[in-house]
């Protein structure tokens, strides 16, 4: 069996994402996300870089749950495919996380597989990453205590995230599972103040920025009080991802200035759900592009309405890929190959 | 680092792909193929089983090309993707097949990834096995001569395929490059007479079935002639797969039974774009479930337009995968994995 080229194919593992994010440091990963993304927002030639709309299959059995891809394309250069399931009944029934995702990385010279990346933790970096772009362009400078409702996983990389743009002095949390606030505290990688409340309407009420992320049913929703935020809040709303889910009241969302990350997406299954595209503010790269037109938004009510960008997962793999290779960290797996002649499909097979 | 649940991703590589097909032999593996296109067709209840239409990245830099993800779900049990690149001058430019791909398997209870395999050969097998199935329906019983137009890798499987349905005594070949068609004779894995010829109209004119499998560039088609043709003609138009690429002339669909793999799909890049969706015979699945009804069709002249149905790839994977099991072949690699704590994000990365 003579091959004229073999196609590696890299492999970073969740162990080897861990490694990479271990030697990089969880402060400086998730900078890095930061800037890549707002970069990327500011440059984002449409031209050159393709980010499609999600889409995937929807079902109730046997449980609810969803697997969808997410495609985005460097024109030129790499096209991106996030691969999420998003099963609401896993960390109760299965321990496992909520969201599961790969992010494979092709090459749009040849088509091959060039990597294929865990992305379970990648997705829940990014997702921070995100809000913590918006809150630094939209929360009041002064923005300290932050309210949760929600406080498991996305919670944690919401409030580090939120932390490198914001000096948090503390934490005020609400879930409606009284054992997965009481935690929180415990699974953060800083050390700040986390008051467990019984209430949605006390972990908003002296928040200057909340973070929704909760699991609440299709239908089920809002999860948010419809009165009693300060006037300047800023709020990340990172659960809606699915038809008929929202975190949200519609009211609160007609007075606040709201930003969808992928506008026609949003519309479809974020909180933008319950509004006309004609009261959607500037897009996540709009709004990064022109920061500094949108600054007196500090000074009122936002809503960043968080389902997830594409390009987002793209930039968080390549830059873990990008460590991987430097710290040589990571497996390659000879996945792809060609017969010494291309014409001849059979010839592994009888040679 | 303690993990309660490890989640193991099975990889099939090129490498275990034709270890598997070398254990059960080329030709039973290929039996196989055809008889599970078959039952699937036969047996399809649009409740349990979803196909969608395949979508992806078109371009035109570095080179033409594409990428594209084909989905389909067995509801309550598996969604498998198909990522496949199309690049027609890999063989030229890079001694590498014009179709990669991978199949992505994940499961429906939990969004795990369960399995990876790499599709370049199976793509080509299950393409094959389509235009068989197809043929066992709409050619002659007596069919015998097949004619190619188009000798690069897929008409090697074409070729294959049909022979377990119909006893092959010759093949004429044309190929625009006198050395691919000079070499076909050698990759076949079967005996039988090859001539080569210099015009696609002496490949086609004492053919009972045709098989068009060629790179034509995006509006030089089509291939075919207009006529010449014995009245009962078969034929399997493989090659179209994009927008302004065909194979088969106008009047001759016009004239002809016309099968499309995927009616919506076929609009869009198959042979069928050149005509109305009320011009098209069955679907593939239809075809299959009614055989007897489009039986005298075997004495006129038939097309099957071929652009790929997605579920094809998820039971050519499924199929690798379980003799890759029985056979105790292939690797496993411990992909996604999960904290003792779902609702902490950060645990392996602090612990």
């Keep these: ?22 030697a990089v440091g969880l402060d400086r990963f998730m900078d890095d996300i930061i800037s890549g993304l707002s970069c990327a927002g500011a440059n984002l030639d449409p031209e050159a870089t393709v980010v499609l709309e999600r889409s995937g299959f929807q079902y109730t059995k046997p449980d609810v749950g969803l697997i969808e891809w997410m495609p985005s394309m460097e024109l030129g250069r790499a096209v991106g495919i996030k691969t999420v399931g998003y099963h609401p009944t896993n960390p109760t029934q299965r321990l496992l996380p909520s969201v599961m995702s790969t992010t494979s990385i092709h090459d749009t010279s040849t088509g091959q597989l060039t990597a294929l990346v865990d992305s379970t933790l990648l997705t829940a970096l990014r997702t921070g990453a995100a809000s913590a772009v918006v809150t630094h362009i939209l929360a009041s400078p002064e923005a300290s205590v932050v309210g949760i409702v929600g406080a498991g996983a996305q919670a944690v990389t919401q409030i580090h995230a939120i932390s490198r743009v914001r ?109 006309e595209l004609s009261e959607l503010g500037p897009s996540l790269p709009e709004l990064i592009s022109n920061a500094g037109q949108y600054e007196h938004f500090q000074q009122e009510i936002s809503v960043f309405d968080s389902t997830g960008w594409s390009l987002e997962d793209l930039i968080v793999a390549e830059l873990a890929l990008d460590h991987a290779r430097q710290l040589g960290i990571g497996m390659f797996i000879d996945l792809q190959s060609t017969p010494t002649d291309p014409y001849s499909p059979y010839e592994d097979v009888l040679g």
């Design 1 to 22: 069996m003579a091959h004229t080229r073999i196609t590696r194919t890299a492999v970073l593992t969740f162990e080897h994402i861990s490694e990479v994010v271990r």
């Design 167 to 275: 000096q948090i002095t503390r934490v005020i949390a609400f879930d409606t599972d009284p054992a997965v606030s009481a935690t929180l505290a415990s699974r953060l990688p800083l050390s700040v103040p986390v008051t467990v409340v019984e209430t949605a309407a006390e972990a908003i009420a002296l928040a200057d920025i909340v973070c929704s992320a909760t699991t609440v049913d299709i239908g089920a929703g809002p999860v948010l009080p419809d009165c009693g935020y300060l006037p300047h809040v800023h709020i990340n709303a990172v659960g809606s991802d699915f038809p008929g889910k929202v975190e949200v009241p519609v009211a609160l969302l007609r007075a606040a200035f709201v930003v969808p990350d992928d506008p026609p997406q949003c519309i479809r299954e974020g909180e933008s759900q319950q509004l």
